[in-house]
């Protein structure tokens, strides 16, 4: 079964709007996990938006699956990521004035600092994934650098409009998927999934982790988070794995 991955930065951003203690990120991560979430992704940027380094400490404390921290090639964050010792990092780029992160680090422009910081991160045995985009020269280069994984970025993909452009671009992640996979990657997704459009996702076999945010937090303001996440792990069961 793909794992889910729960990143529950945007309960930050709501608590950040006020500048006060709730809704707790902590909290959320307690009822992501008992709604069945194999880890929790969180997004420590420089310009700490949302996540806050006190938050970061917290859920090394208290979860008790996988915490993943997505975090830029820098040395401050990198710093403190050694010190914290999340289970798994993912490097992801950053920009001041994006919204989100609008596409795949470039591994292959900045191959001295990504490399700097894998070896600075599994100095201190943390697992280490690239998030980039769905492309050959990108999968080479992070396998190169040492990544044990890769997570493709799916905006693309969620952002298509025609069922053409769809199923160009899901063509793109599968071709993708595999060649990773041949170099000995594991293969995770995230950014843009949905409820609505992640079972095609699902059902490229060498997927192994899915990272999920906006849609399960804004689900969860409906019905709870332990519900919201129980919702989407029902589409992430195998049976929508293609053969």
Not at 1 to 10: E, S, T
Not at 11 to 32: G, I, K, N, S
Not at 148 to 166: K, L, Q, V, W
Request: charge should be negative; charged fraction near 25%; proline fraction near 3%.
């Amino acid at each position: 079964m793909v794992r889910l991955g729960v990143n529950i930065d945007h309960v930050a951003t709501v608590r950040q709007a006020r500048r006060t203690v709730e809704p707790d990120p902590v909290w959320a991560a307690v009822l992501a996990q008992l709604g069945g979430a194999d880890g929790i992704t969180i997004h420590l940027r420089e310009d700490r938006r949302h996540i806050q380094d006190r938050d970061v400490r917290l859920l090394r404390e208290t979860v008790t699956i996988r915490l993943n921290l997505e975090m830029a090639a820098v040395e401050e964050i990198t710093q403190f990521a050694c010190a914290v010792k999340p289970d798994e990092a993912t490097l992801v780029p950053e920009r001041r004035q994006e919204i989100t992160t609008e596409g795949g680090l470039d591994v292959v422009a900045n191959q001295a600092a990504v490399e700097k910081t894998i070896h600075a991160l599994k100095g201190h045995g943390i697992h280490l994934s690239l998030f980039i985009d769905a492309n050959l020269r990108q999968i080479e280069t992070a396998k190169l650098l040492g990544a044990d994984a890769i997570e493709f970025h799916t905006g693309r993909y969620a952002d298509a409009r025609s069922p053409a452009d769809c199923q160009r671009e899901l063509d793109v992640l599968r071709e993708s998927a595999r060649q990773a996979h041949e170099l000995g990657l594991h293969v995770h997704m995230g950014h843009g999934l949905t409820y609505r459009n992640v079972q095609p996702i699902v059902g490229i076999p060498e997927v192994e982790e899915l990272n999920i945010g906006h849609s399960i937090v804004s689900r969860a303001v409906m019905v709870g988070m332990e519900r919201a996440v129980r919702e989407m792990k029902e589409l992430l069961k195998p049976a929508f794995k293609s053969t």
